[in-house]
């Protein structure tokens, strides 16, 4: 029997409480689950404050439901609801009165129909795009935590800046200087719990509806799903070896408000941009006045040489705006990102997210100040930079023998998935359907139809057993169905 220190006991709708309002509310609530067996009733004197009645009614009413058997009350223990509830039935399907909701609205359905960036409960193969935390070094991180708190203290219990902890900005300025060549002040970051809110605000502050926007085509849906919200004319853009079609791009939609990229490691081929395009791409920015998101969102992961140069840093007429998480690098449910913006537009950007989720936690932004500015980030990223890289390793070595039944990989040493395409969609597809493994399509990414499809392969948080296992079962099931 559960010693909680008393539930908090179900509203009554009347204007005069009655003695039996209560007790049919009481009841009920025991019945339905609402007070569930084993919770502890608040004392009677504190039960009669809260409804405003009188003490000797709710010893009345609660001796009552203790002669039913509702309740067991137990002297110097209190009162409490009887496990025996637990046995009566709940009633049967149909015996209820059901209510019908309104319909969502196309815009709900459409967007709720974007199901590909919303994360597995179990990483298995191939669905684990997430960070592995096998390796985190949770005792520095729980005394680091821990100490964010004390400094904090009870301020830490309240509203904090939504523009992000002063602590932290600095840090990741600093961090973006040395391991992303990005030079940028402390006051042109803002903080925010994930790339996905980063892009939402972006979108909300940017565009007016109908504005048009440049998506690579295949895309980050959560990017797509953004601005949609937004109201944004989205015009797809395909992307091939070099990534995204500035060409293409311009003579689709050569107004656009916005151009959405992934240039590092573009989302979900696995290609990087051209310097070429790099450049193209930047031009046509400063030309028509328009705004470049650079989505890093794993450029820390790169396994040859050194990162490859973000597009921020090599833009003069600040057009680019850049967008980069920590919980690829550290855990998922750390739920801190950033963006680095032009400082005219940080409160701007800071007053629409207050009117969603307020801010990011101080403690959890303090903790991770001192993790980054103690050096343990750093290391953290060598580490994890290893791993990765030889888990990429083992899945392009072992993906080797489908070379030779027509399949493709991005050669760019990157990232923490591996899109595997073909040109025959229909095989793609049949191998998908053939297998037990958790396999997404590259035709789930797409605005536009193409005739190839392609698997995605994310293998970040799986284990080394669990990766060759995965990596034994696709190729014999690729090798079993007929292209």
């Known amino acids: 029997m559960r010693q909680s220190r008393g539930v908090l006991l179900p509203p009554v709708r009347a204007s005069r409480l009655r003695r039996g309002d209560l007790y049919g509310a009481l009841r009920t609530a025991v019945l339905d689950g609402v007070l569930a067996p084993g919770e502890r009733l608040p004392s009677t004197r504190q039960a009669a404050a809260d409804y405003g009645v009188s003490r ?15 309740l067991q009350r137990a002297v110097g223990r209190g009162t409490f609801v009887s496990s025996t509830v637990s046995r009566l039935s709940a009633p ?37 795009g997430i960070a592995d935390t096998s390796e985190f070094p949770w005792k520095t991180w729980q005394r680091l935590h821990a100490r964010a ?29 040395q391991f992303r060549g990005i030079r940028c002040d402390p006051g042109q970051v803002i903080v925010f719990n994930s790339a996905q809110q980063a892009l939402h605000v972006l979108a909300l502050l940017l565009l007016n509806p109908g504005d048009g926007i440049w ?47 992934t240039p590092s490691h573009q989302y979900p081929t696995g290609v990087a941009l051209s310097l070429d395009r790099r450049v193209a791409l930047i031009e046509w920015a400063a030309r028509n006045d328009a705004w470049i998101v650079e989505d890093d969102y794993d450029g820390e992961f790169r396994y040859e040489g050194q990162p490859l140069t973000a597009l921020y ?53 303090m903790a991770m100040s001192l993790f980054m500015d103690e050096g343990h980030f750093s290391s ?3 580490r994890m930079r290893a791993i ?50 958790d396999l997404a399509l590259l035709r789930s990414y797409r605005i536009a139809r193409a005739r190839d499809d392609g698997l995605l392969l994310r293998f970040g948080a799986l284990d080394a057993t669990s990766l060759r296992a995965g990596i034994a079962e696709l190729v014999a099931v690729a090798n079993k169905v007929k292209p």
């Not at 219990?157 to 840090?171: K, M, T, V």
Request: glycine share 8%; net charge positive.
């Open 56 to 70: 000797g009614m709710l010893e009345v009413i609660f001796e009552q439901l203790t002669e039913e058997g509702f």
């Open 92 to 128: 049967a399907q149909g015996q209820e009165t059901r209510r019908r909701s309104p319909a969502p609205s196309h815009r709900g359905h459409s967007l709720a129909a974007i199901a590909a960036c919303r994360e597995p409960a179990v990483p298995r193969p191939f669905n684990a």
């Open 149 to 177: 708190a004390r400094e904090l203290g009870r301020g830490g219990l309240n509203f904090a800046d939504p523009r992000g902890l002063s602590n932290l900005r600095a840090a990741i300025a600093h961090y973006l200087a």
């Open 215 to 261: 998506i690579e085509d295949p895309c980050y849906l959560g990017a797509r799903a953004a601005f949609e919200l937004a109201g944004a004319a989205i015009a797809p853009v395909p992307v091939d070896q070099e990534g995204i079609r500035v060409d293409l791009g311009v003579r689709r939609s050569p107004r656009a408000r916005i151009a959405y990229v």
């Open 313 to 365: 840093s090599l833009d003069s007429s600040a057009r680019v705006l850049y967008i980069g998480t920590l919980n690829k690098s550290m855990f998922v449910s750390l739920r801190v990102a950033y963006a680095v913006v032009p400082e005219e537009i940080v409160e701007p950007l800071a007053n629409i997210r207050t009117q969603m989720d307020g801010f990011t936690p101080a403690v959890r932004q």
């Open 380 to 382: 953290h990223l060598r």
């Open 388 to 437: 990765y890289g030889a888990k990429r390793a083992t899945l392009v070595e072992g993906l080797a023998p489908l070379a030779a039944r027509g399949w493709t990989w991005s050669s760019n040493p990157a990232g923490m998935h591996l899109l595997a395409a073909h040109e025959r969609g229909d095989y793609a597809r049949a191998v998908a359907a053939s297998s037990a493994l």
